[in-house]
T-cell receptor
Framework: EPEVTQTPSHQVTQMGQEVILRCVPI?????FYWYRQILGQKVEFLVS????????KSEIFDDQFSVERPDGSNFTLKIRSTKLEDSAMYFC????????????FGNGTRLTVT | AQSVTQLGSHVSVSEGALVLLRCNYS??????LFWYVQYPNQGLQLLLK??????LVKGINGFEAEFKKSETSFHLTKPSAHMSDAAEYFC???????????FGKGTKLTVNP
């Protein structure tokens, strides 16, 4: 069965550094998402992306964050200047359609900011 | 605004016993409801979903959930727990017109032999 793949599985970075989290969504999917889960807290929506633009974003997704689909396969999340509170598990997801189409999640990238 | 409440961050059952994981939601419009499962070191996997129609929804691995509008609940059940069911379970809601899936805090299920 096709999968969403995320790399790396664990990223350690220093505060203030830029980090790029990478995802390869399922190939025929059209909608792409980033979620994050801070340790002990809920999984939170960050952003959705469709037709090469952001379709919805949360209040967490401020100017420090950006997403890109640089080619036909990768979907990236960039954090420009990481803060300690950005430490979390970041999940990429993709789906065929909107709303009630199930999201397929990757295994996540654990980001640790020191 | 939507929210999801999962009662009990940890649930422990014996192998063969009934599994009941509780989920209540609040939504100003009829929601779409989901249960996801997360095994250790893996991503979230869809167990089942409710959109419209039959309120009792069957999912993978013998799980089912019933949408009860009057109780704003979507509890997850399985008649007989198996050791392989040990995982964390997340209830989630999405409102039509939004792409934002709102998750509960999760319930960690332990199955004892």
């Amino acid at each position: 069965e096709p999968e969403v793949t995320q790399t790396p599985s664990h990223q350690v970075t220093q505060m203030g550094q830029e980090v790029i989290l990478r995802c390869v969504p399922i190939s025929n999917h059209l909608y792409f998402y980033w979620y994050r889960q801070i340790l002990g807290q809920k999984v939170e929506f960050l952003v959705s992306f469709y037709n090469n633009e952001i379709s919805e974003k949360s209040e967490i997704f401020d100017d420090q964050f950006s997403v890109e689909r640089p080619d036909g396969s990768n979907f990236t999340l960039k954090i420009r200047s990481t803060k300690l509170e950005d430490s979390a598990m970041y999940f990429c997801a993709s789906s065929l359609g909107q709303y009630n189409s199930p999201l397929h999640f990757g295994n996540g990238t654990r980001l640790t900011v020191t | 605004a939507q929210s999801v409440t999962q009662l009990g961050s940890h649930v422990s059952v014996s192998e063969g016993a009934l599994v009941l994981l509780r989920c209540n939601y609040s939504s100003s419009v009829p929601p779409y409801l989901f249960w996801y499962v997360q095994y250790p070191n893996q991503g979230l996997q869809l167990l089942l979903k409710y959109t419209t129609g039959a309120t009792l929804v069957k999912g993978i691995n013998g799980f089912e959930a019933e949408f009860k509008k009057s109780e704003t609940s979507f509890h997850l059940t399985k008649p007989s727990a198996h050791m392989s069911d040990a995982a964390e379970y997340f209830c989630a809601v999405i409102r039509g017109g939004s792409e934002k899936l709102v998750f509960g805090k999760g319930t960690k299920l332990t199955v004892n032999p």
